[in-house]
């Protein structure tokens, strides 16, 4: 299983690779339709929608039928089906694009209480710019880091 924020136009093909090899069940859980139906981007500070199919070829739900992404109510809806959803389909292993947002580090918690293996493709350079940040910070992300690869 792997689960995602919403669909994101270059996991899509990651997605159905995966989902083509015989022998894997696969499914993506999104948490909401963002990008999939016409919704607000607030990083692009415009409404849009990618103009190619982001849920074709591999199984998949949603835990929020709409294109809104989880503000702090839903957060704890989310966390809630999830587990639920972690439980009811006894999943080998979970799939994860990132540690950074809400829905990754919720994914993260539930799989460690399960003791579901994680697979992490994150979409970032994990060394990414430290300008500005404080040495603490610095610390405790780099041992976060070296635990969570090991």
């Not at 924020?5 to 159905?16: E, G």
């Not at 415009?46 to 199919?53: A, G, I, M, N």
């Not at 957060?75 to 009811?88: H, M, V």
């Amino acid at each position: 299983m792997a689960v995602a924020s919403h669909p994101i136009q270059y996991f899509a093909p990651f997605y159905r690779a995966i989902a083509r090899h015989s022998g894997i069940r696969f499914q993506v859980t999104f948490s909401s339709r963002h990008g999939a139906i016409e919704s607000l981007d607030r990083e692009f500070g415009t409404v849009f929608k990618w103009d190619s199919d982001l849920t074709g070829g591999f199984e998949n739900s949603f835990i929020n039928a709409s294109a809104n992404l989880p503000t702090s109510t839903f957060k704890l809806l989310f966390l809630k089906k999830l587990s639920r959803r972690l439980t009811a389909t006894n999943v080998d292993a979970a799939l994860i694009g990132g540690y950074t947002s809400p829905i990754d580090r919720a994914t993260l918690l539930l799989c460690l209480l399960r003791r579901i293996p994680i697979v992490l493709r994150p979409k970032g350079n994990d060394e990414a710019g430290s300008s500005g940040r404080r040495i603490l910070r610095q610390t405790i992300r780099s041992l976060f880091l070296k635990w969570l690869y090991s």
